[in-house]
């Protein structure tokens, strides 16, 4: 999967009900397409802001530790702010992932890659590890890097073996209510912000 | 329009080019739905948690300061974290309109009601009134009452006449980014879940 070498920021969200083929419709993105609107979500809000798209940000999107779907800032250029059409955008992926491609649309890759893999990508790029956990040091107090990663679970529990292989990252807090990943993200953004000024 | 005088936290939300009438389709939120995807993560952003609803808020959504859709925590039955279904409770509470009925789902009314109208119901009820803007105080060092009601503007910017109304209120920062309305909410959350403690 191409790098997007200027990325300071990552997610990793990892999904354990959504399609891995692209047999979906986008008109039951909770339903039939197994909570697909939570990883959409994810991804405008890892990107949007209210004027243009943050170009330091990549997310992965893991799906059933099988495929993960890539979105790079630096090379993204079509993403609205709405569910379908991020929910499209994944699904032109799954479609690529189907035909033997690895790109779909600009900034979006896609490869038979499990959690394991994309921990090992991120580490090997020199990024800091976090999961995002309610048991986790509070992140005001926390000592970030300017390079972080931040993996969060959709709406399931890391599985045992998902947790296995998080077990070495340092856990972070947001606060006392446990949130929804789509609404983590802008929580994250927001620390970073404050600490580290915009480019 | 009824009360939800548990409500400790309210969103008033702007809108201005969401339709008034339910002649819109779901299919299309961001486009002849005139961006009413943005109320509808706005809504689910103010409520959701990852178990549950937050019971304390109430969401007011202004649909071009001609109607008014109304969202109370302590009551609202039915409302999940996609864009689609939630733009659906916003159609009902339409059609509700149309009908000449005040209530649409639990905990969802709706009036003809313009902005001035809900500012002045929500400072009748003791809620300290808040601007979202970036040029405002930093919510971080900002004394916060236990009841406040925060007014965000969606893809556009405040008209005169709203800035006319909102000008004798406080203005509150979020941080060095301008970001979409609905990820602003989880952010102001935060902030308050830290200061004031879980009912």
Same mark, same amino acid.
């Given at each position: /999967?191409? /790098? ?7 997610? %990793?969200?990892? +999904?354990h009900?959504?399609p ?6 986008l008109n039951?993105?909770?339903?039939? =397409? ?5 990883? !959409?979500?994810? %991804? ?6 209210? *004027?243009?798209?943050?170009?330091? %940000? ?21 993403? #609205?702010?709405? $569910?379908?059409?991020? +929910? =499209?955008?994944?699904?032109? =992926?799954?479609? =690529?992932?189907? $035909?033997?491609? !690895?790109q779909?649309?600009?900034g ?5 890659? +499990? ?5 090992? $990508? ?7 590890l976090?999961?995002?956990?309610e ?12 390079? #972080?990663?931040? %993996?969060l679970?959709? *709406?399931?529990?890391?599985?045992? $073996? ?26 994250? *953004? #927001? ?9």
């Amino acid at each position: /999967m191409g /790098m997007g070498e200027e990325t300071r920021r990552a997610f %990793v969200i990892v +999904g354990h009900t959504q399609p891995t083929t692209p047999d979906f419709t986008l008109n039951d993105l909770p339903g039939s =397409a197994g909570r697909l609107d939570v990883l !959409a979500r994810c %991804v405008t809000a890892a990107f949007c802001l209210s *004027h243009g798209l943050r170009k330091d %940000v990549e997310v992965f999107l893991v799906l059933r530790d099988e495929v993960v779907v890539r979105f790079v800032g630096a090379r993204l250029k079509r993403l #609205n702010p709405d $569910e379908r059409s991020t +929910g =499209a955008l994944i699904k032109h =992926a799954l479609q =690529a992932l189907q $035909e033997g491609r !690895a790109q779909s649309t600009p900034g979006v890759a896609v490869a038979r890659w +499990g959690l394991g893999e994309v921990l090992q $990508e991120l580490r090997s790029r020199g990024f800091s590890l976090y999961v995002l956990d309610e048991g986790g040091e509070d992140i005001r107090e926390a000592d970030l890097a300017a390079r #972080n990663a931040f %993996v969060l679970s959709d *709406h399931r529990n890391f599985t045992p $073996e998902e947790e296995t292989l998080l077990q070495e990252y340092p856990k972070l807090s947001l606060g006392p209510r446990v949130l929804h990943a789509d609404h983590c993200i802008p929580i994250v *953004h #927001n620390e970073l912000d404050r600490r580290f000024s915009p480019e």
